[in-house]
């Protein structure tokens, strides 16, 4: 995960009401940001039709542009000799160079799993409504429970953007509290070698966490059976006691 400046950072997390976090610095001799499972499997896939959600497994709730007028102006003609053109405007050097503003990020929904030493962190389908349904959280379960976590033992949280009472909604705004919502997240682990698995659409997963094991889109793994047993063996050298 990216290092923000300490006061950002306290913003950011007394914004979500969260009283401490402990930073995470990546591992600068690990392998670049890679996917779990080959690329090449990863179809297009069109997403499965939503179904009624389930209430298992438990989530606790995260620690929290009109129409333009264009009219067409034109100046008074003059008479063809006397026409006069408007000299342009007067640049300073001194002048910083125009900003295009940052865009405004759409709402998305974050899930977030973890066992002792293990976090889960991915970004939940559109079709979702930003929460777990009955097949998206049994996927998850299976895939914590691949590499040894005890499903009764995974605490669950969402993250959602845009932040309640937050001004800026800028795609920058959004990837720095959901940076410094991992960050709190990652301070909840235990032990010397925990693990972090990650899939983000909005926000970058290489610029977070560029060392964390990157995971296919939850709604490909939902529909493809190739992917999914691909991941599973991909997984399986990660297994762990936790």
Known sequence: MSQLPAAEARALLDAMGVSVVKLRSPDTDAAP????????????????????????????????????????????DAPSQARVEPAPAAVSESDPPMREPDPVCPAFSVISAHSRAVLLVAELPDWSDGLLDGRLGA???????????????????Y???????????????AQDALDAWMHRRWGELEGS???????????????????????PALDALLVTPAL??????????YARST
């Open 193 to 215: 070698d925990p693990l972090l698995l990650v899939h983000l659409t909005h926000c970058d997963a290489q610029v977070l966490a560029p060392d964390a094991i990157a995971l």
């Open 33 to 76: 940001h890679q996917p779990a499972v080959p690329l090449d499997l990863v179809a297009t896939v069109a997403a499965p039709e939503p179904i009624p959600l389930a209430t298992d497994p438990e989530v606790s709730e995260p620690s929290e542009v009109g129409q333009v007028d264009v009219r067409k102006t034109s100046t008074l």
């Open 228 to 237: 999914k047993r691909s991941l599973w063996d991909a997984l399986r050298p």
């Open 139 to 157: 996927l998850l379960g299976d895939i914590l429970q691949s590499i040894g976590c005890e499903r009764e033992t995974v605490d669950w949280q």
């Open 159 to 173: 993250f959602r953007w845009p932040l309640a009472g937050l001004a800026d909604q800028s795609l920058g705004a």
